[in-house]
């Protein structure tokens, strides 16, 4: 989508959940280790113990996140020059960091692992307790690549084959062909094609004339008298108004970029998605763009595969809970558009086994650890 969503489903409603409580991490942890998954009945579990400070991941050089401009605030409160408190650990942030060291009479190699928070923890600082693990991560080596609110934080293998996130999902009824119809006859809210910050009625989502006015689908068209929905990867060897032209919601397994970007992930990059708790998943495209401070959304295909026909409305569907894991692979576009039609069948079954083998192949090329880790 090319536009920020209208308030009634995308920002109040389906705000992603606060991350689980460790018990529940625990239980999942348990579970890593089961080749096949089971459901099972909640039992309880007591909290883990918080970790030590020597177990929390170092800060160094080109390291990303909260716990980067905690430390680089501490040294700020201190007299310390770190530069901007922006989260990045750079060069400013590393002499600063020596200076620390020198002073406190530690090893100035400007990197802040165990001795040095010991020495900066009677002195205030208190760097994350619990750890990359509450925010989703799997790998303690793996980079903080952003932050979405709430409390969601994007990670990045080393290697840069992928980029993931564990958050709730939102439904995405762009390019659908039934997505938009006057006077919310559609599958999604009118508001949601349309620009929130404009004049009422001023549309967005959907193609229009010189005038602005919706321009609605033809005889010719898979869904006459709908309107013209549009996504941000387009077949641009077809007109404007062909909606053919987008990729279809309701049939293509897509997932939404914030701003058309992921770190290096961009549109026409393929993905996976999981239900960490059913370990269900889908092989998709990176085919929208969304909000640039928002993330976890994904078409009505994907919904219905991971959470049933009733959770894929995109007007009342979707979860809060942070149960869903999208990994997106990097530079992998090839440029293959992912076509639909619903009156030929057969271009719909090309391009799934087409987003299928790419996915499945990119994710064979993982590291097994990685593997394990981001399926649980």
């Not at 460790?22 to 970790?51: D, G, Q, S, W």
């Not at 310390?80 to 590393?94: E, I, K, L, S």
């Not at 989502?205 to 033809?218: H, K, L, N, S, W």
């Not at 994904?298 to 595969?305: D, H, L, N």
Request: net charge positive.
């Amino acid at each position: 989508m090319k536009k920020t969503k209208s308030a009634p489903r995308k920002t109040s409603r389906k705000k992603p959940a606060a991350k689980p409580a460790k018990a529940r991490k625990k239980r999942i942890r348990i579970l890593r280790a089961i080749p096949v998954v089971i459901p099972i009945e909640p039992i309880e579990i007591a909290p883990a113990p918080v970790p030590s400070v020597a177990a929390m991941r170092l800060l160094k050089l080109g390291r990303k996140g909260d716990d980067v401009a905690q430390w680089q605030q501490f040294l700020v409160d201190h007299g310390f020059v770190p530069g901007r408190v922006d989260g990045f650990f750079g060069g400013a942030t590393r002499l600063a960091t020596i200076e620390f060291q020198k002073q406190h009479h530690l090893a100035p190699d400007g990197v802040v692992g165990g001795s040095t928070r010991e020495a900066a923890a009677p002195l205030g600082f208190a760097a994350p307790a619990t750890g990359l693990e509450v925010h989703g991560g799997v790998n303690a080596e793996d980079d903080i690549a952003g932050f979405f609110r709430p409390n969601i934080t994007v990670f990045k293998t080393r290697d840069g084959r992928a980029v993931y996130c564990k958050t709730g999902m939102n439904i995405d009824a762009d390019g659908a062909y039934r997505a938009y119809k006057i006077r919310n006859l559609g599958l999604d809210y009118d508001d949601n094609g349309k620009d929130p910050c404009a004049p009422s009625g001023h549309w967005i989502g959907v193609v229009t004339d010189g005038a602005g006015r919706p321009i609605p689908q033809q005889a010719q068209h898979p869904a006459p008298g709908y309107l013209i929905s549009t996504t941000s990867l387009e077949d641009q060897t077809r007109a404007v108004t062909d909606p053919l032209r987008y990729v279809d919601s309701e049939s293509v397994p897509y997932i939404v970029l914030p701003g058309g970007h992921l770190d290096r992930a961009s549109l026409g990059d393929y993905a996976m998605v999981v239900n960490t708790e059913t370990g269900k998943i889908v092989h998709a495209i990176a085919a929208d763009a969304g909000p640039k401070n928002k993330i976890g959304e994904a078409s009505i295909a994907v919904a219905r595969a991971l959470l049933g026909e009733a959770a894929s409305n995109p007007r009342r569907g979707g979860t809060e809970r942070p149960i869903i894991r999208y990994i997106v692979f990097p530079n992998s576009k090839d440029h293959v558009f992912p076509a639909s039609d619903p009156r030929e069948p057969a271009i719909l079954e090309h391009t799934l086994m087409h987003i299928n083998t790419m996915a499945a192949t990119l994710f064979a090329a993982l590291d097994p650890a990685h593997q394990t880790a981001l399926l649980a």
